[in-house]
């Protein structure tokens, strides 16, 4: 694992420390939680992209009225 150094003023970096002790978790592991979510975000957004371009070919059989819509 490589270290890296974030800088912050000192409110923020108290206001995260707070937040890091409610989820019982360590700044340093929310700092880890973070990054693997920013890194991740292409991923996801083209899997989403994916997902629309697939259902682009599902009829659902409609259009349907609100009380069609609303039946069990």
């Given at each position: 694992?490589?270290?890296?150094?974030?800088?912050?003023?000192?409110r923020?970096?108290?206001?995260?420390?707070?937040?890091?002790?409610?989820?019982?978790?360590?700044?340093?592991?929310?700092?880890?939680?973070?990054?693997?979510?920013?890194?991740?975000?292409?991923?996801?957004?083209?899997?989403?992209?994916?997902?629309?371009?697939?259902?682009?070919?599902?009829?659902?059989?409609?259009?349907?009225?609100?009380?069609?819509?609303?039946?069990?």
């Open positions: 694992m490589k270290n890296i150094t974030f800088s912050a003023d000192e923020t970096i108290e206001l995260a420390r707070e937040e890091a002790r409610r989820r019982k978790a360590s700044l340093n592991q929310l700092f880890r939680e973070w990054l693997e979510d920013l890194a991740a975000r292409d991923q996801r957004r083209e899997k989403i992209s994916a997902l629309m371009e697939e259902m682009k070919s599902y009829n659902s059989g409609g259009p349907f009225t609100r009380e069609q819509m609303n039946e069990r």
